[in-house]
């Protein structure tokens, strides 16, 4: 409602972030999927968007969706990062959903997520993996996909990475 409210809504969190770039070598901003004037505020404001999917129809759906968006409005800067996340490779459609979505998206991350109860609980609990399950599968999971995530924003530096002159923030 508040961005609803404003003169240039979809520009507001665009203009609410720039001064953070002098300061923050990377801001990460959360949405739910979709189209509403939030997400294409954070799609305005954003060099990279990652794009957590499960291996649905409706999931790379609404990738496309996005995909048709970006291109529409002419948001040439802006790079989806689509990534795989409660994956059962086991399940004939997971497989080939994941091998089509990889040829219609070049950029699609190699890392995958798999299903797994431990990640779940973590949404339950709205906290990250304990501290003292640093080894742990999911937490390796998720350190490659970050590896993946940071080695694809140092490969093609954003202008807000390049402003800040900082190196982006270990895992």
């Known amino acids: ?6 003169r240039h809504p979809t520009e507001r969190l665009l203009k609410m972030s720039r001064p953070l770039r002098d300061i923050y070598a990377a801001l990460f901003l959360d949405c739910p999927s979709g189209i509403s004037l939030l997400s294409e505020n954070v799609l305005r404001a954003a060099d990279v968007v990652i794009v957590p999917l499960v291996p649905t129809p409706l999931s790379v759906r ?5 995909r048709d968006f970006v291109v529409s409005e002419g948001w040439s800067d802006v790079t989806l990062l689509p990534f795989f996340s409660m994956v059962d490779r086991r399940r004939a459609l997971h497989q080939e959903l994941i091998a089509s979505a990889r040829e219609q998206f070049p950029t699609m991350l190699a890392t995958e997520v798999p299903y797994s ?5 973590m949404s339950v609990r709205r906290a990250p993996l304990p501290a003292c399950a640093p080894k742990s599968d999911p937490a390796r999971i998720y350190g490659a996909l970050w ?3 940071r080695a694809c924003l140092e490969a093609a530096p954003r202008p807000a990475v390049a402003a800040a002159n900082k190196p982006l923030p270990r895992e």
């Open 117 to 121: 109860s431990q990640i779940e609980r």
């Open 1 to 6: 409602m508040h961005l609803a409210e404003r």
């Open 62 to 66: 609404m990738l496309i969706q996005l």
């Open 147 to 149: 590896a993946e995530i």
